[in-house]
Protein backbone atom coordinates (compact mmCIF):
# COMPACT_ATOMS: atom_id res chain seq x y z
CA UNK A 1 0.00 0.00 0.00
CA UNK A 2 1.39 3.20 -0.44
CA UNK A 3 2.17 5.91 2.07
CA UNK A 4 3.61 9.02 2.48
CA UNK A 5 6.19 8.16 5.43
CA UNK A 6 6.85 4.52 7.10
CA UNK A 7 3.77 3.96 9.64
CA UNK A 8 6.06 2.83 11.62
CA UNK A 9 8.15 6.25 11.91
CA UNK A 10 4.51 7.91 12.15
CA UNK A 11 3.68 6.14 15.17
CA UNK A 12 7.12 6.99 16.75
CA UNK A 13 6.76 10.75 16.32
CA UNK A 14 3.64 11.50 16.84
CA UNK A 15 3.72 9.63 20.34
CA UNK A 16 7.04 11.82 20.95
CA UNK A 17 5.46 14.76 19.89
CA UNK A 18 2.03 14.54 19.45
CA UNK A 19 -0.23 17.28 21.98
CA UNK A 20 -3.47 15.56 22.00
CA UNK A 21 -6.61 17.21 23.77
CA UNK A 22 -6.65 14.63 26.45
CA UNK A 23 -3.80 12.89 28.36
CA UNK A 24 -1.70 13.92 31.13
CA UNK A 25 1.68 16.03 30.78
CA UNK A 26 3.56 14.44 33.33
CA UNK A 27 4.46 10.57 31.92
CA UNK A 28 2.00 8.55 33.56
CA UNK A 29 -0.02 7.76 30.74
CA UNK A 30 -3.53 8.25 32.59
CA UNK A 31 -2.61 6.30 35.93
CA UNK A 32 -2.53 7.82 39.41
CA UNK A 33 0.99 8.18 40.96
CA UNK A 34 1.26 3.79 40.03
CA UNK A 35 -1.77 3.34 41.65
CA UNK A 36 -3.42 1.73 38.94
CA UNK A 37 -6.36 4.15 38.93
CA UNK A 38 -7.00 6.10 36.28
CA UNK A 39 -7.00 9.71 35.92
CA UNK A 40 -6.63 12.84 33.29
CA UNK A 41 -8.67 13.84 30.29
CA UNK A 42 -10.06 11.75 27.33
CA UNK A 43 -11.12 13.82 24.67
CA UNK A 44 -13.88 11.85 22.46
CA UNK A 45 -14.98 12.92 19.17
CA UNK A 46 -18.31 11.53 18.60
CA UNK A 47 -19.74 11.47 15.09
CA UNK A 48 -23.73 10.17 15.99
CA UNK A 49 -26.44 12.43 14.46
CA UNK A 50 -28.83 15.06 16.32
CA UNK A 51 -31.15 12.07 17.53
CA UNK A 52 -28.47 9.98 18.69
CA UNK A 53 -25.92 12.21 20.46
CA UNK A 54 -27.86 13.04 23.64
CA UNK A 55 -27.64 9.44 24.47
CA UNK A 56 -24.22 9.05 23.62
CA UNK A 57 -22.97 12.42 25.54
CA UNK A 58 -25.04 10.77 27.91
CA UNK A 59 -22.95 7.51 28.17
CA UNK A 60 -19.69 9.35 27.87
CA UNK A 61 -20.36 10.89 30.90
CA UNK A 62 -21.85 7.98 32.82
CA UNK A 63 -18.06 6.81 31.96
CA UNK A 64 -16.81 9.57 34.74
CA UNK A 65 -18.70 8.22 37.44
CA UNK A 66 -17.13 4.91 37.01
CA UNK A 67 -13.58 6.58 36.97
CA UNK A 68 -14.15 9.92 39.31
CA UNK A 69 -10.56 11.01 37.98
CA UNK A 70 -11.14 11.12 34.18
CA UNK A 71 -12.82 14.15 32.75
CA UNK A 72 -13.93 13.15 29.50
CA UNK A 73 -14.31 15.75 27.18
CA UNK A 74 -17.35 14.94 24.83
CA UNK A 75 -17.11 16.86 21.41
CA UNK A 76 -19.79 15.86 18.47
CA UNK A 77 -18.87 16.22 15.01
CA UNK A 78 -20.68 16.40 12.33
CA UNK A 79 -20.12 12.63 10.21
CA UNK A 80 -19.47 15.00 7.17
CA UNK A 81 -16.09 17.22 8.38
CA UNK A 82 -15.11 14.36 11.11
CA UNK A 83 -12.72 12.99 8.79
CA UNK A 84 -11.05 15.89 7.34
CA UNK A 85 -10.92 17.26 10.49
CA UNK A 86 -9.53 14.40 12.28
CA UNK A 87 -6.64 13.93 9.69
CA UNK A 88 -5.84 17.69 9.61
CA UNK A 89 -5.53 17.39 13.61
CA UNK A 90 -3.67 14.28 13.65
CA UNK A 91 -1.21 15.19 10.94
CA UNK A 92 -0.51 18.42 12.19
CA UNK A 93 0.15 17.06 15.77
CA UNK A 94 -2.46 19.24 17.43
CA UNK A 95 -6.03 18.89 18.92
CA UNK A 96 -6.68 15.23 17.45
CA UNK A 97 -9.18 13.72 20.39
CA UNK A 98 -7.98 10.44 22.45
CA UNK A 99 -10.60 8.41 21.28
CA UNK A 100 -13.10 8.79 17.74
CA UNK A 101 -15.81 7.14 16.58
CA UNK A 102 -15.02 6.25 13.34
CA UNK A 103 -16.77 5.30 10.26
CA UNK A 104 -16.20 1.75 9.28
CA UNK A 105 -14.28 2.63 6.08
CA UNK A 106 -12.21 5.06 7.89
CA UNK A 107 -9.95 2.72 9.99
CA UNK A 108 -7.89 1.13 7.30
CA UNK A 109 -7.19 4.94 5.55
CA UNK A 110 -6.29 6.13 9.48
CA UNK A 111 -4.13 3.13 10.44
CA UNK A 112 -2.86 3.51 6.93
CA UNK A 113 -0.75 6.71 7.20
CA UNK A 114 -0.22 5.85 11.39
CA UNK A 115 -3.10 7.75 12.83
CA UNK A 116 -4.23 4.77 15.24
CA UNK A 117 -2.98 3.10 18.26
CA UNK A 118 -2.98 -0.40 17.79
CA UNK A 119 -5.43 -2.31 20.26
CA UNK A 120 -3.84 -6.01 19.67
CA UNK A 121 -3.43 -6.88 23.55
CA UNK A 122 -4.97 -3.43 25.09
CA UNK A 123 -7.95 -3.14 27.37
CA UNK A 124 -9.63 -1.74 24.78
CA UNK A 125 -10.46 -5.19 23.13
CA UNK A 126 -12.28 -6.93 24.85
CA UNK A 127 -13.95 -10.20 24.76
CA UNK A 128 -13.49 -9.90 21.08
CA UNK A 129 -14.54 -13.63 20.08
CA UNK A 130 -18.03 -12.02 21.06
CA UNK A 131 -18.17 -9.46 18.23
CA UNK A 132 -19.64 -10.34 14.95
CA UNK A 133 -17.30 -11.48 12.55
CA UNK A 134 -18.03 -8.78 9.69
CA UNK A 135 -18.13 -6.10 11.94
CA UNK A 136 -14.40 -7.14 13.07
CA UNK A 137 -13.75 -7.71 9.91
CA UNK A 138 -13.63 -3.86 9.58
CA UNK A 139 -11.21 -3.00 12.72
CA UNK A 140 -8.37 -4.55 10.86
CA UNK A 141 -5.42 -3.35 8.56
CA UNK A 142 -2.18 -5.64 7.81
CA UNK A 143 -2.92 -8.18 10.31
CA UNK A 144 -3.23 -5.40 13.33
CA UNK A 145 -6.58 -4.32 15.00
CA UNK A 146 -7.17 -0.76 14.87
CA UNK A 147 -10.40 -0.19 16.43
CA UNK A 148 -13.45 -1.87 18.19
CA UNK A 149 -17.08 -2.54 16.67
CA UNK A 150 -19.60 -0.20 18.08
CA UNK A 151 -22.25 -0.38 15.71
CA UNK A 152 -23.02 -2.27 12.76
CA UNK A 153 -25.36 -1.20 9.78
CA UNK A 154 -27.15 -1.74 6.60
CA UNK A 155 -29.76 -0.03 4.17
CA UNK A 156 -33.51 -1.31 3.87
CA UNK A 157 -35.87 0.79 2.34
CA UNK A 158 -38.32 2.59 4.87
CA UNK A 159 -42.45 3.04 3.52
CA UNK A 160 -45.23 4.81 4.94
CA UNK A 161 -47.23 1.98 5.11
CA UNK A 162 -50.72 4.63 5.29
CA UNK A 163 -49.54 5.89 1.70
CA UNK A 164 -48.91 2.38 0.27
CA UNK A 165 -52.31 0.82 1.70
CA UNK A 166 -53.80 4.05 -0.33
CA UNK A 167 -52.57 3.60 -3.59
CA UNK A 168 -53.28 -0.26 -3.19
CA UNK A 169 -49.51 -1.50 -3.38
CA UNK A 170 -47.26 -3.69 -1.64
CA UNK A 171 -43.68 -2.72 -0.30
CA UNK A 172 -41.66 -3.08 -3.65
CA UNK A 173 -39.62 -6.62 -3.85
CA UNK A 174 -37.43 -4.99 -6.95
CA UNK A 175 -36.85 -1.62 -9.26
CA UNK A 176 -39.53 -2.69 -11.74
CA UNK A 177 -41.65 -3.21 -9.12
CA UNK A 178 -40.99 0.60 -7.49
CA UNK A 179 -41.53 2.08 -10.91
CA UNK A 180 -45.09 0.55 -11.19
CA UNK A 181 -45.88 1.25 -7.84
CA UNK A 182 -44.75 4.67 -7.75
CA UNK A 183 -46.95 5.61 -10.82
CA UNK A 184 -49.71 4.47 -8.44
CA UNK A 185 -48.55 6.05 -5.27
CA UNK A 186 -48.40 9.57 -7.10
CA UNK A 187 -51.80 8.53 -8.96
CA UNK A 188 -53.99 8.30 -5.78
CA UNK A 189 -52.29 9.79 -3.35
CA UNK A 190 -50.34 13.22 -4.73
CA UNK A 191 -47.05 11.89 -3.15
CA UNK A 192 -43.79 11.15 -5.06
CA UNK A 193 -42.76 7.06 -5.07
CA UNK A 194 -38.86 7.80 -3.64
CA UNK A 195 -36.92 9.63 -2.48
CA UNK A 196 -33.20 9.16 -4.19
CA UNK A 197 -30.16 10.36 -2.60
CA UNK A 198 -28.40 11.79 -5.80
CA UNK A 199 -25.71 13.31 -3.31
CA UNK A 200 -24.47 10.35 -1.33
CA UNK A 201 -22.64 7.41 -2.70
CA UNK A 202 -22.96 5.34 0.04
CA UNK A 203 -26.59 5.43 -1.55
CA UNK A 204 -25.29 4.61 -5.07
CA UNK A 205 -24.42 0.39 -3.54
CA UNK A 206 -27.92 -1.40 -3.93
CA UNK A 207 -27.96 -0.48 -7.07
CA UNK A 208 -24.37 -1.80 -7.74
CA UNK A 209 -24.72 -4.87 -6.00
CA UNK A 210 -28.29 -5.08 -7.62
CA UNK A 211 -27.16 -5.35 -10.55
CA UNK A 212 -23.83 -8.02 -9.61
CA UNK A 213 -21.39 -5.76 -9.26
CA UNK A 214 -19.31 -4.39 -7.33
CA UNK A 215 -16.51 -1.62 -6.85
CA UNK A 216 -13.51 -3.22 -6.71
CA UNK A 217 -12.16 -7.00 -6.68
CA UNK A 218 -10.06 -6.89 -3.92
CA UNK A 219 -8.49 -10.49 -3.84
CA UNK A 220 -7.64 -10.58 -7.63
CA UNK A 221 -6.70 -6.45 -7.64
CA UNK A 222 -9.44 -5.67 -10.34
CA UNK A 223 -11.54 -2.34 -10.78
CA UNK A 224 -14.79 -4.03 -11.67
CA UNK A 225 -16.48 -0.18 -11.46
CA UNK A 226 -16.49 0.00 -15.14
CA UNK A 227 -18.13 -3.25 -15.97
CA UNK A 228 -21.45 -3.41 -17.12
CA UNK A 229 -23.31 -3.38 -13.24
CA UNK A 230 -21.61 -0.45 -12.69
CA UNK A 231 -22.93 1.75 -16.35
CA UNK A 232 -26.68 -0.74 -15.46
CA UNK A 233 -26.85 1.12 -11.59
CA UNK A 234 -26.15 4.30 -12.95
CA UNK A 235 -28.84 3.99 -15.40
CA UNK A 236 -30.96 3.00 -13.27
CA UNK A 237 -30.92 6.01 -11.60
CA UNK A 238 -31.46 8.26 -14.42
CA UNK A 239 -34.14 6.51 -14.99
CA UNK A 240 -36.11 6.79 -11.95
CA UNK A 241 -35.56 10.02 -11.76
CA UNK A 242 -36.67 10.32 -15.41
CA UNK A 243 -39.81 8.15 -15.13
CA UNK A 244 -40.58 10.64 -12.09
CA UNK A 245 -41.02 7.53 -10.03
CA UNK A 246 -38.16 9.42 -7.47
CA UNK A 247 -37.27 13.13 -6.43
CA UNK A 248 -33.88 13.40 -6.00
CA UNK A 249 -31.40 16.90 -4.93
CA UNK A 250 -27.80 17.19 -5.78
CA UNK A 251 -27.26 19.06 -2.01
CA UNK A 252 -28.25 18.80 1.81
CA UNK A 253 -29.45 15.13 0.62
CA UNK A 254 -30.01 13.82 4.29
CA UNK A 255 -32.14 16.68 5.66
CA UNK A 256 -34.37 16.95 1.94
CA UNK A 257 -34.89 13.38 1.99
CA UNK A 258 -35.95 13.08 6.11
CA UNK A 259 -38.09 16.38 5.36
CA UNK A 260 -39.66 14.71 2.40
CA UNK A 261 -40.29 11.31 3.68
CA UNK A 262 -41.61 12.48 7.07
CA UNK A 263 -44.02 14.94 5.68
CA UNK A 264 -45.42 12.18 3.45
CA UNK A 265 -43.80 13.90 0.17
CA UNK A 266 -42.42 11.18 -0.51
CA UNK A 267 -43.93 7.25 0.28
CA UNK A 268 -40.19 5.61 0.49
CA UNK A 269 -36.73 5.86 0.89
CA UNK A 270 -33.41 4.38 1.64
CA UNK A 271 -32.19 4.68 4.51
CA UNK A 272 -30.52 2.76 7.97
CA UNK A 273 -31.15 1.98 11.59
CA UNK A 274 -29.73 5.50 12.10
CA UNK A 275 -32.53 7.60 10.61
CA UNK A 276 -35.19 5.50 13.23
CA UNK A 277 -35.52 8.10 15.96
CA UNK A 278 -35.79 10.75 13.08
CA UNK A 279 -38.33 9.50 11.42
CA UNK A 280 -40.36 8.91 14.46
CA UNK A 281 -40.51 12.69 15.40
CA UNK A 282 -42.08 13.22 11.66
CA UNK A 283 -45.76 14.48 11.53
CA UNK A 284 -46.66 11.00 9.67
CA UNK A 285 -45.21 8.91 12.18
CA UNK A 286 -46.25 10.03 15.54
CA UNK A 287 -47.77 6.46 15.07
CA UNK A 288 -44.63 4.75 14.77
CA UNK A 289 -46.39 1.77 12.90
CA UNK A 290 -47.04 3.45 10.22
CA UNK A 291 -43.35 2.58 9.44
CA UNK A 292 -42.74 -0.28 7.21
CA UNK A 293 -39.57 -1.44 6.69
CA UNK A 294 -38.24 -3.63 4.18
CA UNK A 295 -35.18 -4.81 1.77
CA UNK A 296 -33.80 -2.54 -0.72
CA UNK A 297 -35.67 -3.53 -4.16
CA UNK A 298 -33.17 -5.82 -5.85
CA UNK A 299 -31.89 -5.31 -9.35
CA UNK A 300 -31.89 -7.25 -12.36
CA UNK A 301 -29.05 -9.83 -10.78
CA UNK A 302 -30.06 -9.71 -7.20
CA UNK A 303 -30.75 -7.80 -4.18
CA UNK A 304 -27.59 -6.50 -2.49
CA UNK A 305 -27.46 -3.32 0.77
CA UNK A 306 -23.88 -2.74 2.11
CA UNK A 307 -22.78 -2.96 5.21
CA UNK A 308 -21.66 -0.15 7.38
CA UNK A 309 -21.74 0.92 10.96
CA UNK A 310 -19.07 2.49 13.36
CA UNK A 311 -16.13 1.86 15.12
CA UNK A 312 -14.03 3.06 18.28
CA UNK A 313 -10.82 4.19 17.41
CA UNK A 314 -7.69 5.50 19.70
CA UNK A 315 -5.41 8.39 18.52
CA UNK A 316 -1.73 7.13 18.29
CA UNK A 317 -0.53 10.57 19.69
CA UNK A 318 -2.81 10.30 22.49
CA UNK A 319 -1.21 11.11 25.77
CA UNK A 320 -3.39 9.22 27.85
CA UNK A 321 -3.67 5.87 26.45
CA UNK A 322 -4.65 3.91 29.52
CA UNK A 323 -7.65 5.93 30.17
CA UNK A 324 -8.12 5.70 26.15
CA UNK A 325 -8.26 2.11 25.78
CA UNK A 326 -10.24 1.76 29.17
CA UNK A 327 -13.45 4.59 27.86
CA UNK A 328 -12.87 2.11 24.63
CA UNK A 329 -13.98 -0.81 26.16
CA UNK A 330 -16.88 0.83 28.35
CA UNK A 331 -17.93 2.14 24.95
CA UNK A 332 -18.01 -0.99 22.88
CA UNK A 333 -19.11 -2.76 25.61
CA UNK A 334 -22.65 -5.38 25.87
CA UNK A 335 -24.41 -2.46 28.25
CA UNK A 336 -23.95 0.26 26.65
CA UNK A 337 -24.85 -1.74 23.21
CA UNK A 338 -27.76 -2.88 24.77
CA UNK A 339 -28.75 0.79 25.65
CA UNK A 340 -28.43 2.01 22.39
CA UNK A 341 -30.30 -0.63 20.78
CA UNK A 342 -33.48 -0.23 23.35
CA UNK A 343 -33.27 3.99 23.21
CA UNK A 344 -32.03 4.39 19.52
CA UNK A 345 -32.55 1.36 17.70
CA UNK A 346 -29.67 0.88 16.69
CA UNK A 347 -27.87 -2.81 16.10
CA UNK A 348 -25.29 -4.33 18.43
CA UNK A 349 -21.85 -5.55 16.94
CA UNK A 350 -21.95 -7.99 20.18
CA UNK A 351 -23.67 -11.49 19.73
CA UNK A 352 -24.38 -11.95 23.13
CA UNK A 353 -26.96 -8.89 23.19
CA UNK A 354 -29.01 -10.28 20.59
CA UNK A 355 -29.84 -12.62 22.94
CA UNK A 356 -31.34 -10.35 25.28
CA UNK A 357 -35.17 -9.84 25.36
CA UNK A 358 -35.42 -6.52 25.01
CA UNK A 359 -32.95 -6.19 22.18
CA UNK A 360 -34.32 -9.81 20.59
CA UNK A 361 -37.34 -8.18 20.41
CA UNK A 362 -37.09 -4.73 19.25
CA UNK A 363 -39.34 -4.89 15.59
CA UNK A 364 -36.20 -2.86 13.92
CA UNK A 365 -33.51 -5.39 15.19
CA UNK A 366 -35.84 -7.96 13.83
CA UNK A 367 -35.84 -6.47 10.58
CA UNK A 368 -32.25 -5.67 10.61
CA UNK A 369 -30.52 -8.14 11.76
CA UNK A 370 -30.99 -10.63 9.13
CA UNK A 371 -30.24 -7.58 6.70
CA UNK A 372 -26.99 -7.35 7.90
CA UNK A 373 -26.35 -10.69 7.88
CA UNK A 374 -26.93 -10.82 4.57
CA UNK A 375 -25.00 -7.41 3.47
CA UNK A 376 -21.96 -7.01 1.37
CA UNK A 377 -18.53 -6.14 2.90
CA UNK A 378 -16.85 -3.21 1.68
CA UNK A 379 -13.24 -3.72 0.63
CA UNK A 380 -11.33 -2.76 3.76
CA UNK A 381 -8.54 -1.23 2.33
CA UNK A 382 -6.80 2.10 2.89
CA UNK A 383 -8.14 3.90 -0.15
CA UNK A 384 -11.51 2.64 0.62
CA UNK A 385 -13.36 5.62 1.73
CA UNK A 386 -11.78 7.27 -1.46
CA UNK A 387 -13.47 5.40 -3.69
CA UNK A 388 -16.49 7.50 -3.11
CA UNK A 389 -15.90 10.45 -4.36
CA UNK A 390 -15.49 9.26 -7.85
CA UNK A 391 -18.76 8.25 -8.01
CA UNK A 392 -20.61 10.79 -6.26
CA UNK A 393 -19.17 13.15 -8.73
CA UNK A 394 -20.44 10.89 -11.41
CA UNK A 395 -24.00 10.43 -9.70
CA UNK A 396 -24.48 14.74 -10.46
CA UNK A 397 -23.44 13.89 -13.61
CA UNK A 398 -25.51 11.66 -14.88
CA UNK A 399 -28.54 12.79 -13.05
CA UNK A 400 -28.11 16.20 -14.51
CA UNK A 401 -27.74 14.53 -17.86
CA UNK A 402 -24.55 16.05 -18.35
CA UNK A 403 -22.97 12.47 -18.40
CA UNK A 404 -23.75 9.00 -19.84
CA UNK A 405 -23.94 6.01 -17.64
CA UNK A 406 -21.48 4.69 -19.53
CA UNK A 407 -19.43 7.34 -19.21
CA UNK A 408 -19.77 7.78 -15.90
CA UNK A 409 -18.62 3.81 -15.09
CA UNK A 410 -15.48 4.58 -17.70
CA UNK A 411 -14.46 7.78 -15.55
CA UNK A 412 -15.22 6.18 -12.08
CA UNK A 413 -13.26 2.99 -13.03
CA UNK A 414 -10.50 5.85 -14.55
CA UNK A 415 -10.02 7.42 -10.94
CA UNK A 416 -9.97 4.25 -9.11
CA UNK A 417 -7.12 2.84 -11.28
CA UNK A 418 -4.85 6.50 -10.21
CA UNK A 419 -6.11 5.89 -6.50
CA UNK A 420 -5.17 2.27 -6.54
CA UNK A 421 -1.89 2.03 -8.33
CA UNK A 422 -1.58 -1.94 -8.36
CA UNK A 423 -5.08 -2.93 -9.32
CA UNK A 424 -5.76 -3.11 -13.45
Known sequence: MRRGIAATALVAALAMTASACGGDDDGRNGADGGSGELSGTVTFWDTSNEAEKATYQALAERFEKKHPKVDVKYVNVPFGEANAKFKNAAGGNSGAPDVMRTEVAWVADFASIGYLAPLDGTAALDDASDHLPQAAASTKYEGKTYAVPQVTDTLALFYNKDLLKKAGVR???????????????????????????????????????????DLVDERNRTVTIDDEPGVKAYRTLKDLVDDEAAITDASDGWNNMQNAFKSGKVAMMINGPWAIEDVKAGARFKDPANLGVAPVPAGSAGQGSPQGGWNLSVYAGSKNLDASYAFVKYMSSAEVQQETTEKLSLLPTRTSVYEVPAVADNEMVKFFKPAVDKAVERPWIAQGNALFEPIRLQMANVLAGKTSPDEAASSTGDAYRKLLKDYK
Open 171 to 213: APASVAELKTAAARIKERTGATGLYLRGDDPYWFLPYLYGEGG
